[in-house]
């Protein structure tokens, strides 16, 4: 337990300073799009890094020191925000998206090891351990919205700059609004710049905090999987290309469409509702407080979650968040934002917290119990599709009506959760071995085996 606070708790600070600019970047760097590029780069790179890199990283660096470098990439992108531009956001975004899979596919690996060993320790089953200790992960993580858009709302609060927003402007608005084809108004008037540089000196500091607070607290409980790793000559393209080999199991690709739904349902809330809805009705310093709501029932609900699923099971919890989601697509395509609707601005984004609760915890869960003998390339698998998901959202918000996106969003969550629902059903049909009885198994193949052997020696010396 020690462990799962030592690295929720890194998460959260870390991601008090990446996940609250990511919200930003659509709002805060508009000139010529940058930010919307950067973040569409910052995806592309988490793909190839899923791909090539996450599962080689793990095996020869092991999952604590993966996270603790992996962290050292958040840091660089959030001083590349001191100045923004092409030429500084760009290559930090790169950074930044190169450690992100390793970072995460390690974490989701970590807490895994950690979660069958304290299972065989208590007498419990494997995946309720592991759902609790995801569910600790994500109340942590998603409470980082909390305190990252909170010190960018008290920041940026105190510019004394007002924003007027007409009747006539508000009609571009939400669905109104169609990326570069419409005439919509921007309203996302840039800080001063003391104020960017202050609010990104704190982002910075709790990155740094982060690094540290892993690299001394958390124990390196992989270490000896490691170092046989290192001692082992294995081919060099078979781990570098595990997360392809992944691929072959019909589980995994059943799950790209949910996993990519993931990364596409946050991409349009960091997206699209904080630009085309907060932003564009109520003004910039508007989105953190939002936001906020998001971050708040976000982490409660994957730590509430954790522990009812249990009772529930994984597939009542994602019919909720799809029954959930698909409600607020649906008012979000009838809705016309405006400033006198204030409280409506922060109910959806406290529902999407809740079905984004189900999604993170209940997948990662999922993936952990599938593919226990192939955690590496399974996490980095996730993190792939998920930035998949991530590209497309940021990709196309330049280009399209924002309808366009919301139905193209209730498509691919639809497909996504039956998919889902058949990879649940085969395994309630025919569950996967847990990592103990698997070598159990072995065990008892080769102690057969040896019985033969013995058995044979002693007929030839009779």
Request: hydrophobic content about 45%.
């Amino acid at each position: 337990m020690k462990n799962v606070l030592v690295v929720s708790f890194g998460f959260l600070l870390l991601f008090t300073a990446t996940g609250s600019l990511l919200n930003l970047q659509s709002s805060l760097n508009t000139e010529e799009g940058v930010g919307v590029a950067s973040a569409s780069v910052q995806f592309a790179s988490i793909i190839l890094s899923s791909m090539f890199v996450a599962p080689l990283v793990i095996k020869y660096l092991g999952c604590k020191w993966t996270i603790v470098a992996a962290m050292g990439c958040n840091v660089v992108y959030t001083v590349g925000n001191f100045y923004p531009g092409w030429e500084t956001l760009l290559p930090t975004s790169i950074i930044l998206g190169f450690g992100e899979s390793p970072l995460w596919s390690a974490t989701s690996t970590y807490l895994t090891i950690n979660g069958r060993k304290q299972a065989e320790k208590d007498k419990k089953k494997n995946q309720d351990v592991i759902n609790q200790y995801f569910g600790i992960l994500f109340l942590l993580y998603q409470s980082s919205a909390v305190w990252g858009n909170l010190m960018s709302s008290i920041v940026f609060g105190q510019d004394s700059t007002s924003v007027n927003i007409s009747e006539s402007d508000l009609q571009f608005c939400g669905v109104g609004s169609c990326g570069n084809i419409s005439e919509a108004p921007s309203n996302s008037t840039r800080p001063p710049e003391r104020l960017v540089h202050t609010l990104m000196g704190c982002y910075v500091g709790v990155g740094v905090l982060a690094m540290l607070l892993v690299a001394v607290f958390l124990d390196n409980i992989d270490r000896d999987m490691t170092l046989e790793f290192r001692s082992n000559k294995e081919p060099f393209c078979s781990t570098f290309l595990a997360t392809f080999k992944q691929l072959n199991d019909r589980r995994q690709v059943f799950l790209i469409p949910v996993t990519a739904y993931i990364g596409l349902e946050l991409g349009f809330l960091n997206g699209e509702y904080t630009k085309e809805y907060v932003t564009c009705a109520l003004g910039l310093h508007f989105v953190g407080y939002v936001m906020i709501c998001f971050g708040a029932t976000s982490s409660l609900f994957s730590y509430a979650f954790g522990r009812l699923s249990q009772y529930s099971g994984r597939v009542a919890l994602f019919a909720l968040a799809t029954t959930t989601q698909f409600t607020c697509i649906l008012g979000l395509l009838f809705w016309r934002p405006h400033p006198d609707q204030l409280p409506v601005f922060f109910v959806f984004p406290a529902l999407w917290g809740l079905a984004d609760a189900v999604w993170q915890t209940q997948t990662n869960a999922l993936y952990g119990v599938l593919f226990h003998g192939q955690k590496e390339a399974a996490f980095a698998n996730y993190r792939l599709w998920e930035a998949v998901g991530y590209v497309i959202a940021f990709a196309c918000s330049r280009f399209l009506c924002v309808n366009t996106k919301l139905y193209i969003l209730m498509g691919v969550l639809l497909l996504s959760v039956t998919l889902c629902f058949s990879v649940e059903y085969g395994e309630y049909i025919s569950p996967t071995p847990s990592e103990d009885n698997t070598i159990d198994t072995k065990l008892e193949i080769k102690s057969t085996e040896l019985n033969e052997d013995t058995d044979t020696e002693s007929d030839k010396v009779l």
